[in-house]
């Protein structure tokens, strides 16, 4: 079972271009999310979406864009790179539960990006 | 509005020796709470998660933590730290109230020496 694939796992990117981190789900979960993750700040919760072509923001959704036409896919798109995007880049998924949230997060190992 | 406050952003301990990794929540909530742990270059992995049965909840690796509402505590903790326990920990509270969100904490970095 793979679980949550992300990839590319580096990406180096000049300021002012554009890419797409993509994450994929093999568990038919609903909930899916983009968290960033920058040294001693914990992570940051970007985008989520809790199914199907919908979504919606996090703390930090400047400068990203989402979206989720299928359950097994959330890609982040980063438009405009700036160096404040450098980060690590975490996808997790969660299942849909009867209530309340104590659903475990499973995460994919990560998107390095680098902007210069 | 609910936030996680990690105390120690590093600690250090000899292998054989107990750990403790603590971590305060605020909550409007009843909350659930959860501790994951990152080894370098990884993904974050479920290490427990407390969700309104048992206060004492063991979790993976012979880790555990007791949550304790009047001190609004849920520290992590291990009797005896192993080389492999080297990594960085999170604890995380739900947000609740329907919307599926996650506060992390800011990470706690354990060092375990030989």
């Known amino acids: 079972n793979a679980g949550v694939t992300q990839t590319p796992k580096f990406r180096i990117l000049k300021i002012g271009q554009s890419m797409t981190l993509q994450c994929t789900q093999d568990?038919?979960?609903?909930?899916m999310y983009w968290y960033r993750q920058d040294p001693g700040m914990g992570l940051k919760l970007i985008y989520y979406?809790?199914?199907?072509?919908?979504?919606d923001k996090g703390e930090v959704p400047n400068g990203y864009n989402v979206s989720r036409s299928t359950t097994e896919d959330f890609p982040l798109r980063l438009e405009l790179a700036a160096p404040s995007q450098t980060s690590v880049y975490f996808c997790?998924?969660?299942?849909?539960?009867?209530?309340?949230?104590?659903?475990?997060?499973?995460f994919g190992e990560g998107s390095r990006l680098t902007v210069l | 509005a609910q936030s996680v406050t990690q105390l120690d952003s590093h600690v250090s301990v000899s292998e054989g020796t107990p750990v403790l990794l603590r971590c305060n929540y605020s909550s409007s909530y009843s909350p659930s709470l959860f501790w994951y742990v990152q080894h370098p270059n990884k993904g974050l992995q479920l290490l427990l998660k407390?969700?309104?049965?048992?206060?004492l909840v063991k979790g993976i690796n012979g880790f555990e933590a007791e949550f304790k509402k009047s001190e609004t505590s849920f520290h992590l903790t291990k009797p005896s730290a192993h080389m492999s326990d080297a990594a960085e920990y999170f604890c995380v509270v739900s947000v609740g109230g329907g919307t599926y969100k996650y506060i992390f904490g800011t990470g706690t970095r354990l060092k375990v020496l030989a």
């Open positions: 568990m038919n979960h609903n909930y």
């Open positions: 979406s809790v199914g199907a072509g919908i979504t």
């Open positions: 407390y969700t309104s049965a048992a206060t």
């Open positions: 997790a998924s969660r299942q849909t539960s009867g209530g309340g949230n104590t659903g475990e997060l499973f």
